[in-house]
C-alpha cells in the first residue's frame, strides 16, 4: 500500500503548472482516462452525510480531479515521490492558489480507486474543517474514511482495518500519543514500518475519539479537550477489543459510484 505525503503548499503552485502542462500534453487520451475515475464525485459524496448542518463544509466547491494512467504520468506530476526510496501514490491531494486537487491513479483495481478517491476527498474534507490539521488527524481521518463501506444507499464507517489492528497489536513499541501529537510530518527514519505504524495509530486515535469521546462526530469538527485523549495504555487496550461502527444513510450519488467502469 503506498503511504501518501502531499505536496507542501509552498510547492502547490508550482504542481498546478505540471498538472495543467501534463493534462495539455496528454489531451487526446484525457477523456478515455477521466471516464475511469468519473465516479470520483460520487464515492466523494459519502462523506458528505458528515457534514450535514454545515453550511461552510458543504458551501465549497468540490476538487478538481485529475485522472493519470501510468506511473509515468503520476511521477510527472509528483515527481518528489521519486526522488527518495519508499512507496509511490496511487493518489494525493493538495490546495494551492488554483483550488482544491486530487490525482488519482485510474489503472490501479476499482476497489483500490474507490478507496484512494473516499482517502484523498477525506484529505479535502479535513482542510475544510481543519485548515491547519495536525497530521494525525489529517491521515487519521483520511484512514477512518478510506475504508467506508458505500452500498445499497447507506455508509458504513468505523470497521475494524485489518491491517492497522494487526500492525498495532503486534508492534513492541507504539508510538506514543504524545509523540503522536507532536509530529509535522510522517516518520523520517524507520522505513516503511514506521510510516505503516504512523498510519495505523493515527487511525486508531481518530476511531477513539469519534466513538468515545466526540458522540460520533465523523470529521471531528469540534475537537474533544485534550484531556479526553487517550493515554497510551487506554488507545492500546481500545484496538484489542472490537471497534464500533457506524451506519448512516448515503447521499443519493453515493447509491452506484462508478469507480469501477472502464
Given at each position: 500500500r503506498?503511504?501518501?505525503?502531499?505536496?507542501?503548499?509552498?510547492?502547490?503552485?508550482?504542481?498546478t503548472?505540471?498538472?495543467?502542462?501534463?493534462?495539455?500534453?496528454?489531451?487526446?487520451?484525457?477523456?478515455?482516462?477521466?471516464?475511469?475515475?468519473?465516479?470520483?464525485?460520487?464515492?466523494?459524496l459519502?462523506?458528505?452525510?458528515?457534514?450535514?448542518?454545515?453550511?461552510?463544509?458543504?458551501s465549497?466547491r468540490?476538487p478538481?480531479?485529475?485522472?493519470?494512467?501510468n506511473t509515468?504520468?503520476?511521477?510527472?506530476?509528483?515527481?518528489?515521490?521519486?526522488?527518495?526510496?519508499?512507496a509511490?501514490?496511487?493518489?494525493?491531494?493538495?490546495?494551492?492558489?488554483?483550488?482544491?486537487?486530487?490525482?488519482i491513479?485510474?489503472?490501479?483495481?476499482?476497489e483500490e480507486?474507490?478507496?484512494?478517491?473516499?482517502?484523498?476527498?477525506?484529505?479535502?474534507?479535513?482542510?475544510?474543517?481543519?485548515?491547519?490539521a495536525?497530521?494525525?488527524l489529517?491521515?487519521?481521518?483520511s484512514?477512518?474514511w478510506?475504508?467506508a463501506?458505500?452500498?445499497?444507499?447507506?455508509?458504513e464507517?468505523?470497521?475494524?482495518?485489518?491491517d492497522h489492528?494487526?500492525?498495532?497489536?503486534?508492534?513492541?513499541n507504539?508510538?506514543?500519543?504524545?509523540?503522536l501529537?507532536?509530529?509535522?510530518?510522517?516518520?523520517?527514519?524507520?522505513?516503511?514500518?514506521?510510516?505503516?505504524?504512523?498510519?495505523a495509530?493515527?487511525?486508531?486515535?481518530?476511531?477513539?475519539?469519534?466513538?468515545?469521546?466526540a458522540?460520533?462526530d465523523?470529521?471531528?469538527?469540534?475537537?474533544?479537550?485534550?484531556?479526553?485523549?487517550?493515554?497510551?495504555?487506554?488507545?492500546?487496550?481500545?484496538?484489542?477489543?472490537?471497534?464500533?461502527?457506524?451506519?448512516?444513510?448515503?447521499?443519493?450519488?453515493?447509491?452506484?459510484?462508478?469507480?469501477?467502469s472502464?
Amino acid at each position: 500500500r503506498a503511504a501518501v505525503e502531499r505536496p507542501q503548499a509552498d510547492d502547490a503552485d508550482e504542481v498546478t503548472g505540471r498538472v495543467r502542462g501534463a493534462l495539455d500534453a496528454e489531451e487526446r487520451g484525457r477523456g478515455a482516462v477521466q471516464r475511469r475515475v468519473e465516479g470520483h464525485h460520487a464515492a466523494g459524496l459519502a462523506i458528505e452525510p458528515a457534514c450535514a448542518g454545515d453550511d461552510d463544509l458543504l458551501s465549497h466547491r468540490a476538487p478538481q480531479v485529475i485522472a493519470v494512467d501510468n506511473t509515468r504520468d503520476m511521477r510527472a506530476l509528483l515527481p518528489q515521490f521519486w526522488e527518495r526510496r519508499g512507496a509511490r501514490p496511487l493518489g494525493a491531494y493538495w490546495s494551492g492558489l488554483y483550488g482544491h486537487h486530487i490525482v488519482i491513479r485510474a489503472d490501479a483495481r476499482p476497489e483500490e480507486r474507490l478507496r484512494r478517491a473516499l482517502h484523498e476527498y477525506a484529505h479535502f474534507a479535513t482542510h475544510l474543517a481543519h485548515p491547519d490539521a495536525p497530521r494525525w488527524l489529517d491521515e487519521g481521518l483520511s484512514e477512518f474514511w478510506e475504508h467506508a463501506a458505500v452500498a445499497d444507499g447507506e455508509i458504513e464507517v468505523g470497521r475494524a482495518v485489518a491491517d492497522h489492528v494487526r500492525t498495532l497489536r503486534e508492534a513492541k513499541n507504539w508510538i506514543p500519543v504524545s509523540e503522536l501529537l507532536a509530529a509535522t510530518a510522517l516518520p523520517a527514519e524507520g522505513g516503511n514500518s514506521a510510516v505503516k505504524s504512523f498510519y495505523a495509530t493515527s487511525w486508531a486515535l481518530v476511531h477513539y475519539l469519534i466513538f468515545e469521546k466526540a458522540d460520533g462526530d465523523l470529521l471531528l469538527s469540534h475537537m474533544p479537550e485534550i484531556s479526553a485523549f487517550p493515554t497510551d495504555e487506554e488507545l492500546r487496550a481500545y484496538v484489542q477489543g472490537p471497534v464500533p461502527s457506524a451506519r448512516l444513510a448515503a447521499a443519493p450519488a453515493t447509491a452506484a459510484p462508478a469507480l469501477d467502469s472502464g
